[in-house]
Nanobody, 120 residues
Framework: QLQLVESGGGLVQAGGSLRLSCAAS????????MGWFRQRPGKEREFVAA???????YYADSVKGRFTISRDNARNTVLLQMNSLKPEDTAAYYCGASGTVTITMNYDYWGQGTQVTVSS
């Protein structure tokens, strides 16, 4: 069992930065690949970034070069550094844990989400 809690969302102006954090409970965090997804108003949840157990990273084209995913296994935490934010990045952001790294929705555990709002 793994519980995930996101934090770090908020309101920011376009061009600004935010850092999202996902804290995991449980002693097996390092055995999971982790991902960030987002759900914009009226849209389906979509892949943002993922990181494998050994630190290989994957990004959606829309965020490549602006967002960085990282993990700290000692702190059971995965981070999403978001720079050069755009109004279209406005969404609820969710972290997930999966047994295998994937950009699909096939994750075993999900957090409750944190809201990011980017004003123009």
């Amino acid at each position: 069992q793994l519980q995930l809690v996101e934090s770090g969302g908020g309101l920011v102006q376009a061009g600004g930065s935010l850092r999202l954090s996902c804290a995991a409970s449980g002693r097996t965090f390092s055995s999971y690949s982790m991902g960030w997804f987002r759900q914009r108003p009226g849209k389906e949840r979509e892949f943002v970034a993922a990181i494998s157990r050994i630190g290989k990273t994957y990004y959606a084209d829309s965020v490549k070069g602006r967002f960085t995913i990282s993990r700290d296994n000692a702190r059971n935490t995965v981070l999403l550094q978001m720079n050069s934010l755009k109004p279209e990045d406005t969404a609820a952001y969710y972290c997930g844990a999966s047994g295998t790294v994937t950009i699909t929705m096939n994750y075993d555990y999900w957090g409750q989400g944190t809201q990011v709002t980017v004003s123009s």
